[in-house]
């Protein structure tokens, strides 16, 4: 857990734990009753994960599929809520299964109450992963 419990530094830290693999760690930033949402995942993937329990078992298998190396470009937007930021990222990495690279852009809006995570919208590009089931870590295709 990060010292300072202000909602860019946790989002930091939390990334710096996906980039170390450490999804428990990773897992251990969300509140108990956390709520993850993805408005444009495609069909067969969730769009809203309710609770840590559920958050920790959709990023159980994320470093067996999606290796991260990087984040090479971050820019962190405050709000009008304290509590609330909007990330702005670059990801990069490979592929486990196949070897290929990885890069996805993203934009969050993440919540953090108390040093938790409590709401976390991701607005990533579905299109973007190949279609093969290569990046399927959620298990849409299993």
Not at 30 to 43: L, R
Request: net charge negative.
């Amino acid at each position: 857990m990060p010292t300072d419990t202000r909602p860019a530094d946790v989002y930091r830290h939390g990334l710096r734990l996906l980039l170390d693999k450490d999804i428990p760690a990773w897992v251990d930033l969300w509140h108990d009753d956390g709520v993850f949402e993805f408005p444009f995942a495609p069909a067969g993937w969730p769009k809203r994960l309710e609770g840590k329990a559920a958050v920790a078992e959709y990023m159980r298998a994320y470093p067996d599929h999606i290796d991260l190396h990087d984040v090479p470009e971050l820019t962190i937007h405050e709000t009008g809520d304290p509590e609330t930021i909007v990330a702005e990222m670059r990801a990069v990495g490979r592929l486990v299964r196949s070897g290929d690279p990885y890069e996805m852009t993203y934009i969050a809006v993440v919540t953090v109450s108390g040093g938790r995570i409590t709401r976390y919208r991701d607005y990533w590009n579905p299109l973007a992963l190949p279609q093969d089931g290569t990046a399927d870590f959620a298990g849409s295709r299993r």
